[in-house]
């Protein structure tokens, strides 16, 4: 009986441990879609840091209906990537890139990026093609913006479509500007609810996402032993932090 007892309390402080990192520390995400290309790949499993921006309700487990707010605030960093989610669908998380800040003004024009009037410097570094969101090869452009701080990422542009022109857009007090790296194919602040998330309120956003854990190719499954070979090593333990410049 005694063995019993000892192994239960043995879970139950196991279960305590992982749901208190799960909540305070990091959260797993996995990406379902090519929005965040180059930097994230569909089959990356994404380590979501919690503490970054401090705490909120949706750091906890199904979200409880709690006040809103966080406790020990902090604002994300312009080219933080960030998992949220959007007031119309709290069910439904994104990972995006923060580019505009509160009281900042937001424009794309050209594809190019403007705060606050000033465009974003960014440089071509070359081509690639893929397979786009639609099943069809896809010739993209290449991009590094470096956004103030010199913090520089890729960027991937498939050439003019309805998000290439948008705002100036305000950005109101308690929200972050987001957009995807994949800007030919990503919903994200350009696209207001409910084709998109719109502006993402700083009290939902989740955490940060700070490393890929694993990536695997789509056609990997855990039950089939002679697909493990279709892990894709060169991505374990990326940091996706932006490089300074």
Do not use: C
Not at 41 to 67: C, F, I, T
Not at 121 to 145: F, I, K, N
Not at 189 to 198: N, V
């Amino acid at each position: 009986m005694r063995a019993n007892s000892s192994l239960l309390w043995t879970l139950v402080l196991a279960g305590v441990i992982a749901l208190t990192v799960r909540t305070l520390v990091f959260q797993p995400f996995t990406i379902p879609s090519d929005s965040m290309r180059p930097a994230l790949e569909p089959g990356d499993y994404v380590a979501v840091a919690k503490w970054p921006y401090g705490w909120s309700r949706l750091s906890l487990p199904l979200a409880p209906p709690l006040p809103r707010g966080r406790v020990f605030e902090r604002l994300p960093e312009r080219g933080d990537i960030v998992v949220f989610t959007p007031p119309h669908a709290p069910r439904t998380a994104y990972i995006k890139r923060v580019i505009g800040l509160p009281g900042d003004m937001v424009t794309v024009s050209g594809a190019v990026v403007h705060i606050n009037g000033a465009p974003v410097p960014r440089g071509l570094v070359g081509e690639e093609t893929r397979l786009s969101s639609d099943g069809e090869m896809t010739r993209y452009q290449v991009w590094q913006e470096i956004l103030e701080g010199g913090r520089g990422y890729l960027v991937h542009d498939a050439g003019p479509g309805p998000l290439t022109e948008f705002g100036p857009v305000l950005v109101p007090d308690g929200h972050v500007f987001v957009l995807g790296d994949n800007r030919s194919e990503s919903r994200d602040s350009r696209a207001a609810a409910p084709e998109g998330p719109g502006m993402a309120p700083v009290d939902h956003i989740i955490g940060r996402a700070d490393r890929v854990l694993l990536s695997v190719r789509p056609d990997f499954s855990l039950w089939k032993p002679w697909t493990w070979t279709r892990i894709r090593t060169g991505r374990t333990f990326l940091s996706l932090d932006p490089e300074p410049r």
